[in-house]
Structures are given as C-alpha cells and as structure tokens.
C-alpha cells in the first residue's frame, strides 16, 4: 500500500528517535481504516451473510427462516464490525512490524501468518460473542430478542464461557487457517501486482488482490465455517453442544453427505469475494486519505 511504503520509507530516513510517532501514527491509520472497511463490508453485504448461515444451520435453510427477515442480526453485525476490524488490523500491523524486527525479514509470508493469527485470536474476544448474537438473529432463534437480549439471556443461563464465549475455539479454528491463506495470499500478489501489470498499486488493484485471496480462502474453510454455526447455533438438548468439531464433521458427512460439509459454500464465496474487495480497498483507500491528510498537515 502506497501510504504504508511512504511511512517506511520515511521511517528508514529518520533517526530512531523520531522512529516511534511514525509507528504510532500508522497504528492509528489502521485503527481507524479497518473500523470503516469492517463496518462497510458487514452492512453492505449481510443478506448474503444470512442466507450462508441459513444453509449452514441445523434446522436447514427453509426452517431457519428461508428469505424472510433477511435482515435480522443486522443491528449486532453493524455495532461489532467496526471496534472487530479495528482491533484486528492494529494487531496484524503491529504483529508485521514486531516479526519483522525479531526475523529482520521484509514481506516474508511467515511474518503474515504469525501476524494475521495473532491478530485472529484478539479480535475473537469481539467477533464471538457478536457472531452469536447476529447468527441466532438470523435463524430466528432469538426470536423477537434484540441482540443485546440475546447476549444477556446466553450470559444468564449459560455462564460466560458455554454462553457468550460458546464456539470460540471452533471460530479460531476456522479464522486461523482463514487467515493464514488469505493474509499471505493478499500481500503477495499485492507485491506482484506491479512487476506482472506494470502499473502502480491503487485501492481498485488492492481491492482485486484481497477478492482473490478471500474467495480462495473461504473455499478452502467452509467445512470449519459449517462447524463453528452448528456449536453457536446448538440447543441445549443438541448433541452439537458438547461435541468436538471432529465428531461434528463426521456426524454432518453421515447426514448430509459430502454435500453437507460444504454447505453455504457458494453464498460463503461470494460474501467473502466482495468482502475481501469492499474490505481491503476501503482498508487502503481509508489509508491512503489518512496518510494524504497528515502529509499536509
């Protein structure tokens, strides 16, 4: 990205001791540009989110509510995206410079990977108890609950960890992995993109370059995606409740069939594919003006 090369270029002139407001200015240009590039994908792109979680639930795509009230669980969604991606960008930012440092490697896809994990896990203690307030919205299991309701009744009867917290380990399950396909993926072919095309990164180009690597990435993980729905979405009589992603994997290739491991794949795709470009080319764009901005100033 264009603004982050002109801080790195800039920092690399600079003594060390004018070296730490550079890094504690991009930390604020990725708090902020991931706060909007989060919150833009969620609430432009969320009939598709739901119909993807439908296919994906327990009850089936027709009882789980089929298109109606495609837009329930938008409220949690809307309020969560922006302080999840904040969250998430700071810490993979941050995470590139520490392995960086610690390695002396530049752009090495090991540093994404340990980066965009450690990013993954932190943003988790957000995106979860979100993701069951927004999921049991959509599939109607929390009936006329707004979405804080939602979370207060999981907490009350439940506790924190089997209630707020249920399916965190199945969602770092599936965001690691995620993570580590696509955030190397994207910086790569970020990195090609001039030397193949012959023109220079823009916000359109970065916005290709995070399609490409989100809808290979999601793809690839929609079997621990079919998992992490089927324990937040589980009823307290449902064996889904207690069971290892293992024995629920295999109890949904006996229903289903292959078919049912890769359920919502096609919705799943698609929402990650325009994610990914909303996403990363609003990511760049709003770093870019951020980055424009403090130049003048």
Known sequence: M????????AAGSMEIGVQEPVNKLKFLHALVAGGVAGMVVDIALFPIDTVKTRLQSELGFWRAGGFRGIYKGLAPAAAGSAPT???FFCTYECGKQFFSSVTHTKDSPYVHMAAAS??????CLIRVPVEIAKQRSQTLLGNK??????LLRAYRTEGLQRGLYRGFGSTIMREIPFSLIQF????????QWTPLTGYEST????ALCGAIAGGISAGLTTPLDVVKTRIMLAG????????????ILHGIYLERGFGGLFAGFVPRVLWITLGGAFFFGFYDLTTRILGAANTDH
Do not use: H, T
Request: aromatic content about 6%.
């Open 2 to 9: 264009a603004a982050e090369l002109s801080l790195d270029s």
């Open 85 to 87: 991606a904040a969250l």
């Open 118 to 123: 450690a990013a993954e896990v932190l943003a």
């Open 145 to 150: 609950l707004s979405g804080l309701q939602i």
């Open 184 to 191: 190397p993926l994207w910086e790569y072919f970020k990195l």
């Open 203 to 206: 916000p359109i180009s970065v």
């Open 236 to 247: 307290r009589e449902s064996l889904n409740r207690r069971s290892s992603a293992r024995s």
